[in-house]
């Protein structure tokens, strides 16, 4: 969490994220959801998970997730979603993950990501995330226009950001 005085600017929530989150998701849950994007966007991003399979691809059964990073749009452009990724990986290395994973579903997200080490796997057009042949998620002026998914290797001292594997 990130404070100016006692008022929250930015917050980043983390998780460890296993195979079983992955591959036991249930894609009828959208009842639990009362907003049905936020359904369709953890939907999305465990359908692209599957296909991934970075569990596979890694010779893991968990990874420390970043998530939900959010920064007050006037702190926007100085870093502090940067900071906010680069203080997460750094928790996630000294609680002995040895990858971490991010999915952003906005440019800001991807690139203080990328500035802060990790490298993208997959950029997916939200145009190509379709349910029965429909679009899901509408074209909008404000609307970003992919999911990305970016990964890293850890270790438990500075820097605590390694490149991953390669393509």
């Excluded at 290797?153 to 594997?165: A, D, E, F, G, K």
Aim: aromatic content about 8%; charged content about 20%; proline content about 4%.
């Amino acid at each position: 969490m990130a404070l100016d005085g006692s008022t929250v600017v930015g917050s980043c929530l983390n998780t460890p994220l296993t195979r079983d989150d992955v591959f036991s998701y249930d894609e009828t849950a959208s009842n639990l959801y009362e907003d049905k994007a936020m359904f369709h966007i953890e939907l999305l991003c465990k359908l692209v998970h599957k296909e991934l399979d970075l569990f596979t691809k890694l010779n893991v059964n968990q990874m420390f997730e970043i998530g939900w990073l959010s920064v007050e749009p006037s702190y926007g452009g100085k870093g502090l979603a940067t900071r906010l990724v680069r203080n997460s990986l750094e928790l996630g290395a000294q609680n002995n993950f040895e990858f971490a994973k991010v999915d952003c579903t906005g440019p800001a997200s991807a690139a203080a990501s990328k500035k802060a080490g990790m490298q993208e796997v997959i950029k997916l057009s939200y145009d190509d995330y379709k349910i029965d042949g429909n679009i899901v998620f509408k074209k909008t002026p404000n609307r970003a226009s992919h999911l990305t998914v970016l990964v890293c290797r850890l270790q438990n001292s500075h820097p605590y950001v390694l490149p991953t594997i390669q393509s």
